[in-house]
């Protein structure tokens, strides 16, 4: 049966146009018109995405799996104090999901690769909150827990958030409706100037994950004396500091590739390694997260911010809105392009056989 499935070829860097590029990628390549079929029949087959789009999707389940066991087992609607543990693994399964969506069907075409990857910048937005939302209510060290830092740390990281999906949409594009528009074919800036779109979305990302972090790089590298919350939960911190650091060292050199272009083309690109290392990061993340929850339970309850639905389910459901707005806002100059040139190309026929009729 898998005999009679013919699977996409694959072509060069020179084959595909530049919106397709990749730094020290040279062969491997979809076809940049795919169907969604032929994107999904790539996944059975080698191209430079597809480690990117299963080391992202398989993930996922284990995320789901570990949302779905906290909700079930532990009872979380029942209990405030464990919302915002679920709320971080909700997010750990939206942001892989998005990426192993936006890697499969970003070669349908480049205003579909744009979309694609504006949705997964989003999920990495909610993710962020997902983290700040969990560290408010688990990991803030105890001398910092209540004060006037703690009160206002999940106002400003929403806030990031939402910078964190607009800058990073703008970093391929421009300003919608401004920069583009359904008539723009060579657009900015990522089209003129990669480098500084690259710098753009690792400011976008490297932002809101150090503002995230403070309260936890305070508490296991400055703290000292009482207060300090120094627990065996630290050595897992420690674990997710390090990952997180090697993933955004990997996201923003390209190595190995850049070293031996077309070396890594399929195994072993610095994209790949960046998922890796990401979900590892997120794992150990996950598992300090958990720990801290179960160990610092009692005078956390005690001492601690109340969780409630306005600084935990509601800032969620603010921030999902207003980054599908800005998505939306984005999109919509590609995809009145796409339905104008549609259209165009729908008269073309009608044009030409009137033109034979009255010839």
């Known amino acids: 049966m898998l005999s009679l499935i013919r699977l996409p070829r694959v072509f060069t860097i020179n084959q595909v146009p530049k919106v397709f590029h ?10 940049p018109r795919s169907s969604a ?39 979380a609607w029942q209990d405030s104090f464990t919302w915002p ?10 942001y892989p999901l998005a990426s192993s969506c936006a890697h499969t069907f970003s070669s349908m075409s480049a205003r579909a690769r ?8 989003g999920a990495l937005s909610f993710y962020s909150l997902g983290s700040a939302i969990s560290y408010s209510a688990y990991v803030f060290p105890d001398k910092w827990v209540n004060g006037v830092f703690h009160q206002s740390y999940l106002p ?26 359904r008539d723009t074919i060579k657009r900015f800036p990522e089209y003129q100037s990669p480098k500084f779109s690259k710098y753009l979305r690792v400011v976008a990302f490297a932002y809101p994950y150090l503002f995230d972090n403070i309260p936890l ?11 300090c919350t120094d627990n065996d939960t630290n050595i897992l911190h420690y674990n997710h500091i390090a990952l997180a650091l090697l993933t955004g060292f990997l996201f923003a050199t390209h190595l190995p590739e850049r070293l031996a272009p077309g070396s890594f083309d399929y195994i072993g690109h610095s994209h790949q390694l960046f998922h890796v290392c990401g979900i590892l990061g997120t794992h ?45 806002l984005y999109s919509l100059p590609l995809l009145s392009a796409a339905d104008r040139q549609r259209k165009r190309h729908q008269r073309a026929p009608a044009k030409a056989s009137a033109d034979s009729v009255t010839s």
């Not at 990749?22 to 076809?31: A, F, N, P, T, V």
């Not at 949409?169 to 583009?180: A, H, K, N, T, V």
């Open 217 to 227: 790089f305070y508490r296991v590298f400055l703290c000292s004396g009482d207060g």
């Open 156 to 181: 400003i990281a929403l806030l990031n958030s939402v910078l964190c999906t607009s800058v990073a949409c703008y970093s391929r594009l421009g300003l919608p409706f401004l920069q583009y528009h």
């Open 85 to 94: 543990l679920v709320i971080f693994l909700l997010s750990c399964c939206v």
């Open 284 to 328: 150990f993340q996950m598992k300090a997260i958990e720990q801290d929850m179960v160990t610092r339970h009692a005078w956390l309850r005690e001492h601690s911010i109340p969780i409630t639905l306005n600084n935990s389910v509601c800032a969620v459901l603010f921030c999902v809105l207003v980054n599908l707005i800005i998505i939306i």
């Open 37 to 75: 079929t032929d994107c999904i029949l790539s996944l059975f087959q080698l191209t430079n995405e597809t480690l990117n789009i299963w080391t992202h999707f398989l993930p996922t389940w284990y995320f789901l799996w570990k949302l779905v066991t906290v909700v079930l087992i532990q009872t």
């Open 22 to 31: 990749e730094d020290g990628i040279i062969s491997g390549y979809r076809h």
């Open 114 to 121: 744009h979309i694609c990857f504006f949705f997964d910048y």
